[in-house]
């Protein structure tokens, strides 16, 4: 789905992609490694160091995927220059947990990103609004919303009520 995103919006190559709040099984970032993005590095951060450390084994299955894949452990809002190295960031949707704290972390990342730099940004919307913290557009500050997409298949993580947003920073 994100990779479809991408190369909808003229993103055919990225040499570094980071996933902020990857998590312990991080799906997204896995495929695109293997199946899409087969020469891209890919650094996954989150918050918790034991769901770093699971995915690091997952990874380890594989040789060539771990040598493309770092597993970092970190606040998002401590990464200040390390964001200007990335064609694309994905921000995943349990990545703050209010809309106030979205809108910081995405401002955040705004302020640090690379000149040219995507921003995917996932959300909820309609029940999926129960268990994920809702992205609107008032958060989105600072970014041209260049593509919204709404997954209509059975994938439990691209759920008709899930979306996610393709952005630029505003010029």
């Known amino acids: 789905m994100e990779q479809r995103i991408l190369s909808d919006n003229g993103v055919l190559r990225s040499k570094k992609v980071a996933f902020v709040g990857s998590g312990p099984m991080p799906l997204t970032s896995f495929v695109m490694a293997t199946r899409r993005m087969t020469t891209t590095h890919f650094d996954n951060f989150d918050i918790d160091p034991t769901a770093n450390e699971l995915a690091r084994k997952i990874a380890a299955s594989d040789h060539a ?61 309609g029940a999926r609004a129960f268990l994920y913290p809702v992205v609107e557009e008032a958060h989105l500050l600072g970014f041209q919303v260049i593509s919204v997409f709404h997954p209509m298949d059975d994938v439990i993580n691209c759920h008709p009520c899930s979306q996610t947003f393709c952005l630029i920073p505003r010029v």
């Open 65 to 125: 995927l771990e040598e493309r894949m770092k597993f970092l452990t970190r606040d998002v809002m401590e990464l200040k220059e390390e964001f200007a190295e990335y064609d694309c960031v994905f921000m995943a949707a349990l990545v703050g947990m209010s809309g106030e704290e979205k809108a910081k972390i995405i401002g955040h990342i705004r302020k640090y990103m690379k000149k040219g730099g995507y921003l995917l940004v996932r959300s909820a919307k």
